[in-house]
């Protein structure tokens, strides 16, 4: 029976299990070697190249796993399709006036998508958005020459001459204004310097949207002018003789928003604002919306935190006639669509690969063939429940199990049991209830008691990687990824696991996954193989995750690679970084490597004195010392 169903499992079989036809957005698919490909549409064709042959050509330049690949043909395949669907909806509603994207630096700072996006965006007149200094310095030396410049978070006197320089040298860099107290000194510089400014206002949208990331929006939210506020900064600028210079309305309500009702509401009430400022001759001319336009990481549209009821035409035609109908009474100018969408920008771009080291199961293994005599009667029992495991009904025989399990254990507490007991004991139940587990696919409904009987029998896979540094916001905010093997697809996945990562941590693990049936708790795996690498891929990773990471337990950042697939069939290797030297991750530490070394070879020539090691012995010693402190914080394979 089990070998015809493995025999049986088609590439299909995996597409329909791991759902990569609904988040994979035909940019990632299954070869019918059962390899995951990355596939780019030219104009002479799809190519389609298997993941493994990256790999493979990043291991050619001495670039292991865990590493991260970016993939710059999806980089600019998203903002080419933001800027292009915008513009088809503004032809099809017919709006009067254009669209700009500028990308939010914060979801992904790495020189290579913020140089990509720049490049590439030219065109589209695609900008940047800044939230610091450091943001705006970035922005300053990357901008391309057509996008805008957009200013928010807090800004002291440094930040906002680089922005008025950023005007004289023919960026249109706007001060989006947060709080009242900003302005004072934007009026302040501008005089000072001679250059006049361009500022937006961030309002409070009063609706709140759901997801994630909901105190954003609503009063209590932590950015933006209310409506006194809003009226007396306009009355100000007006008084200052600077009306001029307010051109844009400004509105963020939050990340990943999954309603597009709400975002219908939310951008209602936006152009009403705007509306009524331009009726008070604000010389207003862009309305900037904000990010927010969500991924869908499971691939459905399941209205879920993690999958949005909506897709990205959806998303523009709504923002477009929302606006255009506001406005509609009034005789006003249609204004220029801004937006920020960050995640949806980079989020595909991205996907760590990293190797199974080992395995865990949770199976009994040296089980007794006969009853062993002189046992405990609840470990006679506990054995005869094993015998009758396939014949017991599930519920209650899997209670009687665990309560003798327990009991056991505090007979071997109390003394009465001794270790190897208890051992054969634990063994009897695990065996109990794994023979239970496999009947409950047959059974219509599970039982209460039996619930999670599964995933707590699930495998655990350990990975070469760290949560903690690479995939933050799955510990910080149960963020979920897809995560799929890039390989051996083509065979039936036989077990069902967790994974955990390299650190020491109870919360370094990924046990919510995305699958087609929706969210599960285990993820389907297969075997490991002797002698062959078992390599799984986290997906639509771009977005938040590389700067928020940290370096719990010393993992430090990852090899990374930028490849760009081309359309004679293969690929080139645009960019690549070698990961983190423990002798780097060290310096972030105030550890001064040199001393460090010096202070450990003082130890080892100590030792020789002391005649612990002989002088060979002691260079073998500081040699690997050395090695090591120039090696990666991961394991070396
Ligand atoms: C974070 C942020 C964004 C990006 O939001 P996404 O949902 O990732 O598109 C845009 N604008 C502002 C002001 C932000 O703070």
């Known amino acids: 029976m089990k070998t015809q169903q493995v025999k049986s499992w088609q590439v299909a079989d995996s597409a329909s299990l791991y759902g990569i036809d609904g988040w994979g957005q035909k940019n990632f698919s299954i070869s019918s070697a059962g390899e995951v490909t990355v596939t780019i549409p030219f104009d002479t064709g799809d190519v389609a190249i298997p993941i493994v042959d990256i790999i493979q050509a990043a291991r050619d330049r001495d670039h292991e796993l865990p590493l991260l690949l970016r993939i710059e043909n999806l980089l600019d395949a998203r903002v080419s399709e933001i800027n292009e669907t915008f513009q088809q909806a503004i032809e099809h509603a017919g709006y009067k006036a254009e669209y700009r994207g500028v990308f939010p630096v914060k979801v992904n700072q790495q020189c290579s998508v913020i140089e990509e996006i720049s490049r590439f965006g030219t065109d589209f007149g695609h900008g940047l958005e800044a939230g610091s200094k450091a943001e705006l310095l970035l922005c300053l030396a990357n901008l391309n020459d057509n996008g805008l410049l957009i200013c928010n978070g807090s800004k002291d006197q440094n930040f906002i001459d680089l922005g008025l320089w950023a005007n004289r040298l023919g960026h249109q860099c706007f001060f989006v204004i947060e709080s009242p107290s900003e302005l004072p000194l934007i009026i302040a510089r501008s005089q000072k310097l001679g250059i006049?400014?361009?500022?937006?206002?961030?309002?409070?949208?009063?609706?709140?949207?759901?997801?994630?990331?909901?105190?954003?929006?609503?009063?209590?939210?932590?950015?933006?002018?209310?409506?006194?506020?809003?009226?007396?900064?306009?009355?100000?600028?007006?008084?200052?003789?600077?009306?001029?210079?307010?051109?844009?309305?400004?509105?963020?309500?939050?990340?990943?928003?999954?309603?597009?009702?709400?975002?219908?509401?939310?951008?209602?009430?936006?152009?009403?604002?705007?509306?009524?400022?331009?009726?008070?001759?604000?010389?207003?001319?862009?309305?900037?919306?904000?990010?927010?336009?969500?991924?869908?990481?499971?691939?459905?549209?399941?209205?879920?935190?993690?999958?949005?009821?909506?897709?990205?035409?959806?998303?523009?035609?709504?923002?477009?006639?929302?606006?255009?109908?506001?406005?509609?009474?009034?005789?006003i100018?249609?204004?220029?669509?801004?937006?920020?969408?960050?995640?949806?920008?980079?989020?595909?771009?991205?996907?760590?690969?990293?190797?199974?080291?080992?395995?865990?199961?949770?199976?009994?293994?040296?089980?007794?063939?006969?009853?062993?005599?002189?046992?405990?009667?609840?470990?006679?029992?506990?054995?005869?429940?094993?015998?009758?495991?396939?014949?017991?009904?599930?519920?209650?025989?899997?209670?009687?199990?665990?309560?003798n399990r327990d009991k056991i254990r505090e007979l071997f507490r109390s003394g009465v049991i001794n270790l190897r007991e208890?051992?054969?004991?634990?063994?009897?139940?695990?065996?109990?209830?794994?023979?239970?587990?496999?009947?409950?696919?047959?059974?219509?409904?599970?039982?209460?008691?039996?619930?999670?009987?599964?995933?707590?029998?699930?495998?655990?896979?350990?990975?070469n990687f760290s949560v903690f540094q690479s995939l933050p916001d799955t510990w910080a905010i149960g963020q979920m990824f897809p995560v799929m093997p890039v390989h051996r697809l083509n065979e039936c996945p036989d077990r069902n696991a967790t994974i955990s990562d390299l650190t020491c941590d109870c919360d370094g693990k990924l046990d919510r996954f995305v699958l087609a049936g929706g969210e599960s708790k285990t993820l389907p795996l297969h075997s490991l193989k002797a002698e062959e690498d078992y390599i799984l891929g986290a997906f639509l990773m771009g977005a938040y995750q590389e700067t928020m990471g940290d370096l719990h337990n010393l993992f430090g950042y990852t090899n990374v690679i930028s490849i760009r697939i081309n359309k004679e069939g293969g690929f080139d290797v645009t960019k690549e970084q070698s990961g983190d030297t423990i002798s780097e991750v060290l310096s972030i530490l105030e550890y001064n490597p040199t001393l460090f070394y010096k202070g450990f070879r003082d130890k080892v020539e100590l030792a020789v004195k002391k005649k612990k090691i002989n002088v060979k012995e002691r260079q073998q010693i500081l040699n690997h010392f050395s090695a090591q402190l120039n090696g990666q914080t991961y394991f070396n394979v």
């Open 422 to 463: 208890r051992a054969m004991a634990e063994n009897l139940f695990l065996a109990i209830a794994q023979t239970i587990a496999k009947k409950l696919d047959q059974l219509e409904k599970i039982p209460l008691p039996l619930d999670s009987l599964k995933q707590s029998l699930a495998d655990i896979y350990y990975g």
């Open 196 to 331: 006049k400014p361009l500022i937006g206002l961030r309002i409070k949208i009063s609706s709140k949207v759901g997801g994630l990331w909901t105190e954003t929006s609503g009063d209590r939210s932590s950015f933006g002018l209310s409506t006194a506020q809003l009226i007396a900064t306009v009355d100000q600028l007006r008084q200052a003789k600077m009306l001029d210079c307010l051109q844009l309305l400004h509105c963020h309500l939050g990340s990943q928003i999954p309603d597009i009702e709400e975002i219908k509401v939310a951008v209602r009430e936006a152009a009403r604002f705007y509306a009524d400022l331009a009726t008070e001759n604000v010389p207003l001319k862009y309305l900037d919306l904000g990010g927010g336009l969500a991924v869908d990481y499971i691939g459905n549209q399941s209205l879920h935190s993690h999958s949005p009821n909506y897709n990205l035409a959806d998303y523009c035609r709504c923002l477009v006639e929302t606006i255009k109908e506001t406005l509609a009474p009034h005789n």
């Open 333 to 403: 100018d249609h204004p220029t669509i801004v937006t920020e969408s960050g995640r949806a920008t980079v989020a595909h771009t991205s996907i760590l690969l990293f190797e199974i080291l080992n395995v865990v199961r949770y199976e009994a293994n040296d089980l007794p063939e006969d009853c062993p005599e002189h046992c405990h009667p609840l470990v006679t029992r506990q054995y005869q429940l094993y015998q009758q495991a396939e014949v017991i009904s599930p519920s209650e025989g899997y209670v009687e199990a665990l309560t």
